[in-house]
């Protein structure tokens, strides 16, 4: 199958029309447009990461897990330390977008400026070739309506060639004579006029053809470098990814070797206060307390405690006496 180029198919029958070259221009100018978008999603994608990453730097400095203690503790401290470096690697990510970004801009400059030269000049070269036709065109249309003054003037003077009114005779020669020359000039200036459109047309055809040639080029350029920055743009996110994930598999690593048992056990030799438990308070009864002395409740901090002898009952008092560590009151 034949290879499509620009040059094969972007020309107009009408000498004047420029709609080919228009459309190749159109097509270039909307590529541009292109480059010009992914810039700024690619300058918006970098403001992301950017706040992103100093959020997340902001967010490592948060204290929290201040209480927690061995395995647990250092599990934290790893975790908030790979935090810290995933919001630095999002910062690195938004710089290299940003470098990505003003690479496809110098470009799409570099692509603008070089198209100037070209454009001038067909642009120059459609104003002459458009102002050559018409100047043709009316020269045929002087050249036409000459010739038709010719004929009727040499149809007159061969009506009149008979007629014997000689000064008459000599008017119609002389005007058919004037005509002659005047349909000659006539003919002679169309003729240059389309030598020199012909000259003209054939410098515009090499040169549309060139140019064709030139923005085809760049057009290819334009999707080439299109492609391979977002492919660049995808595979820095991917390893935006990847180093996340590394850093992530590091806090897992971490979380691993967190030991219950052993936080436990650290923590019992940091605070532990002692292996006895209190013992039972027992039931002292106050009486019993009296009636044996030599118990626990007959000494103090004074020392021994000494026996008051009972006092004498008398006929009207009450009697106490003391039944299995019980007591009553009997009435005499």
């Not at 410098?203 to 334009?222: G, P, S, Y």
């Not at 743009?233 to 390893?239: K, R």
């Amino acid at each position: 199958m034949r290879e499509a180029h620009f040059k094969d198919f972007f020309w107009n029958s009408d000498i004047t029309s420029t709609a080919g070259y228009d459309n190749i221009l159109q097509r270039l100018n909307d590529g541009r447009k292109t480059c010009k978008e992914i810039e700024d999603f690619m300058k918006a994608r970098a403001s992301i990461e950017e706040k992103y990453g100093k959020d997340l730097l902001n967010l490592s400095k948060k204290s929290f897990g201040q209480a927690e203690l061995n395995t647990t503790k250092k599990a934290l401290e790893v975790f908030k330390q790979k935090v810290e470096n995933v919001g630095q690697a999002h910062l690195q990510l938004a710089q290299s977008i940003k470098d990505e970004a003003k690479r496809l801009e110098d470009f799409r400059e570099k692509q603008k400026e070089s198209r100037k030269k070209i454009e001038h000049t067909m642009e120059q070269l459609h104003k002459l070739k458009t102002s050559q036709y018409k100047k043709t065109m009316d020269s045929k249309k002087t050249y036409e309506q000459k010739c038709r003054d010719k004929d009727e003037a040499e149809q007159a003077l061969n009506r009149n060639a008979n007629t014997g009114n000689l000064k008459q005779q000599e008017k119609l020669t002389a005007k058919s004579s004037q005509a002659k020359s005047l349909a000659e000039e006539a003919d002679r200036n169309y003729q240059q006029n389309v030598s020199l459109l012909e000259k003209i047309r054939e410098n515009w055809l090499m040169e549309h053809t060139k140019a064709c040639e030139f923005f085809e080029i760049q057009e290819c350029e334009r999707v080439q470098y299109t492609r391979n920055t977002l492919w660049t743009h995808v595979n820095f996110l991917s390893q935006q990814c990847v180093t996340s994930d590394e850093m992530y598999e590091e806090v897992r690593k971490s979380l691993e070797g967190c030991s219950i048992s052993k936080d436990i056990e650290y923590f019992i030799d940091l605070r532990k206060t002692g292996d006895t438990p209190p013992a039972q308070v027992p039931y002292e009864n106050f009486y019993s307390l009296q009636r044996n002395p030599g118990s626990g409740r007959s000494q103090g901090s004074g020392g021994i405690r000494r026996d008051v002898p009972l006092p004498p009952a008398t006929q009207n008092d009450a009697a106490y006496s003391m039944l299995d560590g019980n007591y009553s009151l009997a009435q005499y």
